[in-house]
């Protein structure tokens, strides 16, 4: 595998910290001052009375359309996952096969999960790891499943991944997503696919599952969810947890997430009334691409709005019920006019963790680049 991670050219833009949290997006860095996009939309000087050199930095480069990264480490390699399109040839090679008259239901998609490795302080120019044929397949979410009942899965990874069949995208059916589960043991280079797991009826309702996050809880494996948009707005992009048998994919049951924090609908002078009347999704502002770790004894949930501009904070302390940290102030990434989705957070030590995401400067299917910054 080549460890020189051959993305030339044009270097991407930088995040940067503000103060205990991100106000907005490093743009430049000029004689070694990080200028901020503020909430307006210009450029200030970064106090950042926090920062810690050198910890808000581009990952992966010079990529097509590849977000959703999540990283683990697995018997001593840090190993990173991503979804999306890494060339223009995996969405050209699609389109070529429908135009010829393949059936969607057996064409790859152009959506496939990628793989790369921490070398020698670089990440390896990723590699496709799954593709899945009728399905467009994203967001891959990874862990080590513990050994139980007898049954050695120390050298087991599982995989949950986000698939919406092409028939549905060819028919313009785009709140149809599901939820796929994969195995692997070569460390994630390769996987073993069983199908669809959480499909449009989830265990609460008919809204679907998409953008998994899981994590090993005791004896069970929980998965988090957003769901698809619905007629109902009201029940349209709604937050779920699955709990799982540790064989990865038995369903145990379903829950809705709760928020005791309602979230400003205005930020800065920017108006986001629009994604959070009271009609539309009870808790406040609507939350997708979850993710959900346990820190410090805690649960904590990363989250999205809708747009991909902003990166959203809370706690739990039982895995359902979540409000917002005193410590915080919503948005605790503020993208300003680019996009920063699907966000990913890694436990480093104490209260300290990395969260990787996304990055695009220029619409909402160009995420070239993949970033990380460093939380307390």
């Known amino acids: 595998m080549d460890t020189a991670n051959g993305f030339e050219g044009r270097k991407p833009l930088l995040l940067g910290q503000h103060a205990r949290f991100v106000l907005g997006l490093v743009v430049g860095i000029i004689a070694?001052?990080?200028?901020?996009?503020?909430?307006?939309?210009?450029?200030?000087?970064?106090?950042?009375?926090?920062?810690?050199?050198g910890s808000a930095r581009p990952l992966l480069w010079n990529l097509r359309n590849l977000y959703a990264p999540w990283v683990l480490e697995y018997k001593g390699v840090k190993r990173m996952w991503a979804g999306g399109w890494l060339t223009d040839a995996d969405r050209?090679?699609?389109?070529?096969l429908i135009q010829r008259g393949v059936?969607?239901?057996?064409?790859?998609?152009?959506?496939?999960?990628?793989?790369?490795?921490?070398?020698?302080?670089?990440?390896?120019?990723?590699?496709?790891?799954?593709?899945?044929?009728?399905?467009?397949?994203?967001?891959?979410?990874?862990?080590?499943?513990?050994?139980?009942d007898g049954i050695?899965?120390?050298?087991?990874?599982?995989?949950?991944?986000?698939?919406?069949?092409?028939?549905?995208?060819?028919?313009?059916?785009?709140?149809?997503?599901?939820?796929?589960?994969?195995?692997?043991?070569?460390?994630?280079?390769t996987w073993t696919d069983h199908g669809i797991i959480i499909s449009q009826s989830n265990g609460v309702d008919n809204g679907g599952a998409w953008s998994p996050s899981a994590l090993v809880v005791e004896n069970?494996?929980?998965?988090?969810?957003?769901?698809?948009?619905?007629?109902?707005?009201?029940?349209?992009?709604?937050?779920?947890?699955?709990?799982?048998?540790?064989?990865?994919?038995?369903?145990?049951?379903?829950?809705?997430?709760?928020?005791?924090h309602r979230e400003s609908c205005v930020w800065g002078n920017t108006s986001f009334a629009y994604l959070c009347?009271?009609?539309?999704?009870?808790?406040?502002?609507?939350?997708?691409?979850?993710?959900v770790s346990i820190q410090n004894g805690h649960f904590v949930l990363l989250a999205n709005?809708?747009?991909?501009?902003?990166?959203?904070?809370?706690?739990?302390?039982?895995?359902?019920?979540?409000?917002?940290?005193?410590?915080?102030?919503?948005?605790?990434?503020n993208g300003g006019p680019y996009f920063v989705t699907t966000p990913h957070a890694e436990a480093v030590e104490g209260d300290r963790y990395t969260i990787y995401f996304g990055f695009s400067a220029t619409d909402n299917s160009r995420f070239d680049s993949i970033h990380a910054w460093e939380f307390h």
């Open 32 to 53: 070694g001052v990080f200028l901020v996009a503020n909430r307006s939309g210009e450029l200030e000087t970064a106090t950042a009375a926090t920062y810690t050199e």
């Open 92 to 96: 050209a090679n699609y389109s070529n």
């Open 103 to 148: 059936a969607p239901s057996t064409a790859v998609g152009p959506d496939k999960i990628f793989y790369s490795e921490f070398v020698n302080g670089v990440w390896t120019q990723p590699v496709l790891s799954f593709h899945k044929a009728g399905f467009h397949v994203n967001d891959p979410s990874v862990i080590q499943p513990p050994s139980s």
């Open 152 to 189: 050695d899965r120390g050298n087991w990874l599982y995989m949950y991944y986000t698939a919406i069949s092409n028939d549905d995208i060819e028919q313009g059916q785009w709140n149809r997503h599901t939820i796929g589960f994969a195995s692997s043991a070569d460390g994630g280079r």
């Open 220 to 260: 069970q494996i929980w998965l988090y969810y957003h769901g698809n948009r619905m007629p109902d707005p009201v029940e349209s992009l709604q937050n779920y947890r699955s709990r799982l048998n540790l064989n990865g994919w038995q369903l145990v049951e379903t829950d809705k997430l709760v928020f005791h």
């Open 277 to 291: 009347p009271p009609t539309y999704n009870a808790d406040g502002l609507v939350k997708v691409n979850l993710d």
């Open 305 to 333: 709005d809708p747009t991909s501009h902003y990166i959203l904070r809370f706690v739990s302390d039982d895995g359902i019920n979540w409000q917002r940290s005193s410590r915080d102030t919503n948005p605790i990434l």
